[in-house]
T-cell receptor, first 110, second 117 residues
Framework: SQQGEEDPQALSIQEGENATMNCSYK?????LQWYRQNSGRGLVHLIL?????REKHSGRLRVTLDTSKKSSSLLITASRAADTASYFC??????????FGKGTMLLVSP | GAVVSQHPSWVICKSGTSVKIECRSL??????MFWYRQFPKQSLMLMAT?????????EQGVEKDKFLINHASLTLSTLTVTSAHPEDSSFYIC?????????????FGPGTRLLVL
């Protein structure tokens, strides 16, 4: 069954604005990962945050994790048109399989 | 960086035929590979976990006799959709774990789009 649920389902912003996507999950996890998928393409790994971490940064990406609320957020700062894609969170328990959420479609307009 | 390739990138076939999709780890060895299916505007659904040298583990609801998986080497896993039907049309994506590193990250292939007429 799907574990992660992203919110919102779709997000439309202007270039330069920040985009925030949220992910909630139901069971205990070892880590949570965010992926990007351009239309009709494979997935690109963005960032991994472990269950004992609360925040992580990578370039213009900032991920937070609140295990008490079983939620995570992905913030993309100073968005660009090239950031237009679908973003998925995926949870992992131990070294087991990944369970993906439904994704957020982000549209960044020039 | 770790690269995973898939072949073919797209395929169109007639109903009733079988289609084989290859997933290769190009610069690392992968004891474990995963096969996902993604329908339009939906998330990835795990179909099966492919382990080198042993039988694949299928997720509930996935027919193992219809989706044959072979992981004969540390760099290659194949998914064969047997007797394909239009409802099998989908985007199939594989991923692989690097056996030589912490097994937390999966590297994804570019996907194979299957259209069954």
């Amino acid at each position: 069954s799907q574990q992660g649920e992203e919110d919102p389902q779709a997000l439309s912003i202007q270039e330069g604005e920040n985009a925030t996507m949220n992910c909630s999950y139901k069971t205990s996890i070892n880590n949570l990962q965010w992926y990007r998928q351009n239309s009709g393409r494979g997935l690109v790994h963005l960032i991994l945050i472990r269950s004992n971490e609360r925040e992580k940064h990578s370039g213009r990406l900032r991920v937070t994790l609140d295990t008490s609320k079983k939620s995570s957020s992905l913030l993309i700062t100073a968005s660009r048109a090239a950031d237009t894609a679908s973003y998925f969170c995926a949870t992992a328990a131990g070294y087991s399989t990944l369970t993906f959420g439904k994704g957020t479609m982000l549209l960044v307009s020039p | 960086g770790a690269v995973v390739s898939q072949h073919p990138s797209w395929v169109i076939c007639k109903s009733g035929t079988s289609v084989k999709i290859e997933c290769r780890s190009l610069d690392f060895q992968a004891t474990t590979m995963f096969w996902y299916r993604q329908f339009p505007k939906q998330s990835l659904m795990l179909m099966a976990t492919s382990n080198e040298g042993s039988k694949a583990t299928y997720e509930q609801g996935v027919e193992k006799d219809k989706f044959l998986i072979n992981h004969a080497s540390l760099t290659l896993s194949t998914l064969t959709v047997t007797s394909a039907h239009p409802e099998d049309s989908s985007f199939y994506i594989c991923s692989a774990r690097d056996s030589g590193q912490l097994q937390e990250t999966q590297y994804f292939g570019p996907g194979t789009r299957l259209l069954v007429l």
